[in-house]
């Protein structure tokens, strides 16, 4: 069992940086694939950003690329998100996400895909 804790949304200018933190809890975090995910009001939830368990592959979302960047520290047991020059349409609660695999290299895109999620942390670009 893995519990998820984000940290680190807030309200910023188009243009601005945020870094989201997520806290997980659990002696197997190695053991797990990470993704963030963001659901804005009235739409689904989609995917942002993943990296596999070694940390050594990454993806991302079309609409991110070149501004996020996800990282994760097995020691500390956390995986953050960089987000730079934030537009209006990044708003939206930024959810955590963990997902057990046996595959080191492996990165996963689907919502279905993943085990375990945290309780989301409000992302606010102002125009």
């Known amino acids: 069992q893995v519990q998820l804790v984000e940290s680190g949304g807030g309200l910023v200018q188009a243009g601005g940086s945020l870094r989201l933190s997520c806290a997980a809890s659990?002696?197997?975090?190695?053991?797990?694939?990470m993704g963030w995910f963001r659901q804005a009001p009235g739409k689904e939830r989609e995917f942002v950003a993943g990296i596999s368990r070694s940390g050594l592959r990454t993806r991302y979302a079309d609409s991110v690329k070149g501004r996020f960047t996800i990282s994760r520290d097995n020691a500390k047991i956390t995986v953050l998100l960089q987000m730079n020059s934030l537009k209006p349409e990044d708003t939206a609660v930024f959810f955590c996400a963990a997902k057990s695999t046996l595959y080191s290299t492996y990165t996963y895109g689907k919502a279905v895909d993943y085990d375990y999620w945290g309780q989301g942390t409000q992302v606010t670009v102002s125009s």
């Open positions: 659990g002696r197997t975090f190695s053991g797990y694939a």
